[in-house]
C-alpha cells in the first residue's frame, strides 16, 4: 500500500463477588449513605480479598495464572470447528445466512454463559446485484454483435461449498448501475499518478472505460480518481503478477497452492464512505432523517470485476503501438497497451451493470463479560462477521479466533472465579465489507457511552494474511502493550522455533526491523476496518494483528470464491497453529487492558512519536510553508511541550502512585484514557467533517493506508495545480489549521496534568 508520513517506527463468581455487587444494588435502591459506605467497603474487599492488589504480590501471581491459562488453553481444534460452521455457506451482509450466523455467534456466547449478550439490527442502504439481469461485460464488434462476454460467476474448482446456489455474481458493491460503451484504456494500478502520466502522454481519459489491476490503493479511491478524470466506467482485476507469482498454470494456482486461479475474481465495495450512505455521521434509527440514494455520496460510474482470463481478452485487442511503460507491466502473456483499444475500427467495450441499492439489516452482535471493580470501563474486541463469499480468511478465521478466545475466558471464570477487573466487551460486526457499516453505526449509536468510557478497541479483522510473521498496527499509546503480548506468545513456526526465534515477537523482529529503533516496525490504523469509528471519531486507542506476507499485499485469494475451509486448513494454515498465536496475543492484550490496575498506556512513547513525526513534516514542508508565510514554530513548541508532560507524568505521578489506593488509581486511569481523545477536532479535519483525528487519519488518496497530520498533508496536496483563486483559498484554511494543530497538541499535554 502506498503510505504518505506514516510511521512505522516501533518507538513506538465466588461469594467475594457477590459482596463486592452489593454496592451496586444498594446503590440503585436510593439508600444512598448505606450505598457510600458499602460501596467503599465493597471496594476494599474486591481489591484485597478477591484480586488481591495490594504490594503483597498475590495480584501478579493471579495475573500470571490467567496469563498463563490463556496461552494453555486456547485450542486449534476448536478453533477450527468453529471456522468449519461459520464457513459452510456464503453469508453476505444482509442476506438470511449472515443472519443465522448472528444467530449462531450470540447463541454461542449464552452458551458460554457471558454477562449479556444483545443483537442490535440497523436499517441500512446495501448493494447487490440482480439475480435475474446478471452484470455483462461485453466486445461488441461494429454490428453490435458479442465477440467475447466475461463470465459472470467464478468457475468451482474445489470445496463443494463453492457450489452453493446462493453464491452471488461478480459485482463491486455499490457501483452505478447503467450501460457504459466505448473504447478502453489501461491506467496500471488506478493510482492518481497513473491518471497523470496518461494525460502528460495526451491520452484523453474523459468519457472512455478504463481498465486497472487490483493492488496499491483502495478499489474505491480507484473508482473516485475515474470519476474525477471523466471516465465512463471502470473494470477491476487481478493481475497474475500479483497474485499468481508461480504463474497462470493449473498446478500453480489454488486448489493446488494458495494463489489466485486466472479464472478468479476479487469482489468488494467501491464506496469510500463508512456507514450508512443514507444516513451520514448519526445512526441508522428507526427515527433517523435519511437521504435519498442520488444525495448520497456514492459512486456515479459503474464499475465491475473480472478474472485476469477475461482481461487478457480485453487487453490484448489494444493497439501494439502505445505500449505501456515497463513498470506497468503485469504478468499476462501480452503487450501491454495503454489503449484506446480495441484497435479494430467499430469495436467497443460495452458494459451493462444492473447492481443496484437495497435497504437491509447489518446486524451486531455484543457481549459482554462483566468487570468486578470497574464495570462501567470497556475493553473492546472485535471482528466483523460478514463475508462476500464464504469468506474462511476474511473474517471467519477472525470470527472463530474471537469465539474460541470468549470460551476461554469463561472457562477461566467458571473454574477459578477470575473476572476482568474492568469490562471485556464482545463485538461481532455486521456489513463492514460494505463500510464498516454495522461498527460504524453503533459507534454513533453508543457515542456517549464510548467518549466516557471505553479504553481500548482491539480489532482482529483476519488472523492470517500469510505465514511468515505478525503484522500490527494501532496508536502510539498500544505499542509497548503490542511488543510485550507478542514476546509471550510461542512462535508457531517450527522452523522459527529451530533457529532460537521462540516468541512472535523474535520473528516480527528478524522480518520487521526498525533500524532506527531496533524494535518491530507499526503501522498507523487507516480506515481499512472496524476500528475506524473508535480511533478516528471517538479517540479510542485501537489496534490491529495478524500473521502477514513478508510483501504485506493482500493475500491473492481475497474476497474470491476460493476462500474457503480448505484453503485455510490445508494450504495456508495447517493445524491453525498462526491462528491460534493471533487468538492468544488478542487475548493477552485484553487481559492486560481489562485486569492491569493502571492501563497498559506508553504516554512517552507518544511524545516520541510526535516528536518524530513533526521532524518528518517538518523537513517535508517547512520551506514551502515558510515562503507563504506559515510558521510550524508553535506546533513545534506544542509537540515538546506533550513530549516533557508526558515524561513528568510517567515519572512524577504514575511512578509514585499508590496501588493500594483506588480513587488516585482511578485518578491515574482517567488521565490516560483522556490522551487519545484530546487528539479530536470536534469540528473534523479540512474538507474532511466525518474524520477527528488531528494527528493521524486515512490517507484521502487511500482509504486503507494512516497518514500521519492528516489535514496538513492533505491540504498541501495538489495545490499547485489549483486554480488562483482557489489556492489563496487554501493558504488560508493551511493557516486555520495549523494553528487548531498547534492548540489541541498543547490542550492534549496540559490534560497529563492533576491541576485545570
Known amino acids: 500500500m502506498q503510505r504518505e508520513l506514516t510511521y512505522v517506527g516501533g518507538r513506538l463468581s465466588g461469594p467475594t463477588m457477590a459482596r463486592a455487587m452489593v454496592p451496586r444494588n444498594l446503590l440503585w435502591s436510593g439508600v444512598l449513605a448505606a450505598a457510600i459506605a458499602f460501596f467503599i467497603a465493597g471496594v476494599l474487599l474486591g481489591r484485597f480479598a478477591f484480586r488481591g492488589e495490594s504490594t503483597s504480590g498475590s495480584n501478579s501471581r493471579r495475573y500470571a495464572k490467567a496469563a498463563q491459562y490463556l496461552l494453555d488453553k486456547i485450542d486449534a481444534s476448536s478453533l477450527g470447528r468453529f471456522l468449519r460452521e461459520l464457513t459452510r455457506r456464503p453469508h453476505v451482509a444482509g442476506l438470511p445466512e449472515n443472519e443465522r450466523l448472528a444467530q449462531y455467534v450470540a447463541d454461542t456466547w449464552r452458551a458460554q ?37 466475461a463470465q459472470t460467476h467464478q468457475p468451482p474448482l474445489h470445496s463443494p461449498e463453492e457450489r452453493d446456489p446462493s453464491v452471488l455474481q461478480n459485482f463491486n458493491a455499490y457501483s452505478a448501475p447503467g450501460q457504459a460503451q466505448g473504447k478502453v484504456i489501461y491506467v496500471n494500478y488506478g493510482r492518481e499518478e497513473d491518471f497523470l502520466y496518461l494525460q502528460s502522454q495526451n491520452i484523453s481519459l474523459k468519457d472512455h472505460i478504463v481498465i486497472a489491476r487490483y493492488g496499491k490503493i483502495f478499489r474505491g479511491n480507484k473508482a473516485y480518481l475515474c470519476e474525477q478524470f471523466g471516465c465512463a466506467a471502470l473494470l477491476l482485476y487481478s493481475d497474475p503478477a500479483d497474485g499468481a507469482p508461480l504463474g497462470q498454470s493449473a498446478d500453480a494456482a489454488y486448489p493446488n497452492t494458495v494463489y489466485m486461479p486466472s479464472a478468479g475474481a476479487q469482489l468488494g465495495t467501491v464506496y469510500r464512505g463508512t456507514g450508512d450512505p443514507l444516513t451520514p455521521i448519526y445512526p441508522s434509527l428507526e427515527s433517523a432523517y435519511r437521504l435519498s440514494e442520488a444525495e448520497a455520496e456514492l459512486p456515479r460510474i459503474p464499475v465491475q470485476p473480472i478474472s485476469a482470463d477475461d482481461a487478457y481478452q480485453i487487453l490484448k485487442l489494444m493497439p501494439p503501438t502505445a505500449a505501456a511503460p515497463a513498470d506497468w507491466w503485469g504478468g499476462l502473456n501480452l503487450t501491454y497497451g495503454l489503449g484506446p483499444g480495441p484497435a479494430r475500427p467499430g469495436w467497443t467495450v460495452l458494459m451493462d451493470i444492473h447492481t443496484h441499492g437495497e435497504r437491509a439489516n447489518a446486524t451486531n452482535v455484543i457481549a459482554t463479560l462483566r468487570g468486578y471493580e470497574e464495570p462501567d470501563r470497556y ?17 471467519s478465521s477472525g470470527t472463530a479466533a474471537m469465539l474460541e478466545l470468549t470460551r476461554v475466558l469463561a472457562n477461566l471464570r467458571k473454574e477459578t472465579g477470575w473476572r476482568p477487573r474492568r469490562s471485556l466487551v464482545f463485538c461481532s460486526w455486521g456489513a463492514e465489507e460494505y463500510g464498516l457499516v454495522g461498527s460504524t453505526e453503533w459507534v454513533q449509536h453508543r457515542r456517549q457511552q464510548l467518549a466516557a468510557r471505553a479504553v481500548a478497541y482491539l480489532n482482529v479483522d483476519l488472523t492470517i494474511n500469510g505465514n511468515d510473521t505478525l503484522r500490527a498496527l494501532g496508536v502510539p499509546l498500544l505499542h509497548d502493550l503490542l511488543f510485550a503480548a507478542a514476546r509471550t506468545v510461542p512462535n508457531p513456526d517450527p522452523e522459527e522455533v529451530a533457529a532460537g526465534r521462540t516468541t512472535v515477537y523474535d520473528t516480527w523482529l528478524l522480518h520487521r526491523l526498525d533500524n532506527a529503533t531496533g524494535r518491530p516496525q507499526l503501522e498507523l490504523p487507516g480506515d481499512g476496518s472496524d476500528f475506524k469509528g473508535f480511533i478516528h471519531n471517538e479517540g479510542v486507542p485501537s489496534a490491529d494483528l495478524a500473521y502477514d506476507t513478508d510483501s504485506g499485499s493482500s493475500y491473492p485469494l481475497y474476497h474470491t470464491l476460493y476462500e474457503t475451509y480448505y484453503m485455510v486448513t490445508e494450504l495456508q494454515d495447517r493445524g491453525l497453529h498462526f491462528t491460534t498465536a493471533v487468538a492468544q496475543m488478542w487475548g493477552e492484550m485484553a487481559r492486560r487492558l481489562a485486569d492491569d490496575p493502571v492501563l497498559p498506556f506508553g504516554v512517552v512513547r507518544y511524545g516520541t512519536f510526535l516528536q518524530e513525526a513533526f521532524s518528518v513534516l517538518e523537513a517535508r514542508f517547512g520551506p514551502r510553508l515558510r515562503q507563504n508565510g506559515v510558521t510550524l514554530d508553535y506546533v513545534r513548541a506544542a509537540v515538546e511541550e506533550f513530549a516533557e508532560a508526558a515524561t513528568t507524568f510517567q515519572e512524577h505521578f504514575l511512578r509514585q502512585l499508590d496501588l493500594d489506593d483506588p480513587l488516585a488509581v482511578r485518578q491515574a486511569n482517567d488521565i490516560l484514557m483522556g490522551v487519545e481523545r484530546s487528539f479530536l477536532d470536534p469540528r473534523g479535519l479540512p474538507d474532511r467533517p466525518d474524520y477527528n483525528h488531528v494527528i493521524f487519519s486515512p490517507s484521502s488518496s487511500d482509504g486503507y493506508s494512516g497518514v500521519v497530520f492528516p489535514g496538513l498533508v492533505d491540504l498541501l496536496h495538489d495545490l499547485d495545480r489549483l486554480p488562483a483563486d482557489r489556492r489563496a483559498a487554501q493558504w488560508q484554511k493551511i493557516k486555520l489549521h495549523v494553528s487548531v494543530l498547534s492548540y489541541i497538541i498543547g490542550s492534549a499535554a496540559h490534560g497529563l496534568q492533576q491541576d485545570i
Do not use: C, K, M
Open 113 to 149: 454463559g457471558l454477562d449479556r449478550v444483545e443483537e442490535l439490527r440497523y436499517d441500512v442502504l446495501l448493494s447487490y446485484p440482480d439475480g435475474q439481469n446478471p452484470n455483462l461485460v461485453r466486445v461488441v464488434d461494429e454490428t453490435g454483435q458479442a465477440v467475447f462476454t
Open 379 to 395: 475493553v473492546l474486541v472485535g471482528n466483523h462477521r460478514d463475508a462476500w463469499i464464504l469468506g474462511a480468511i476474511d473474517p
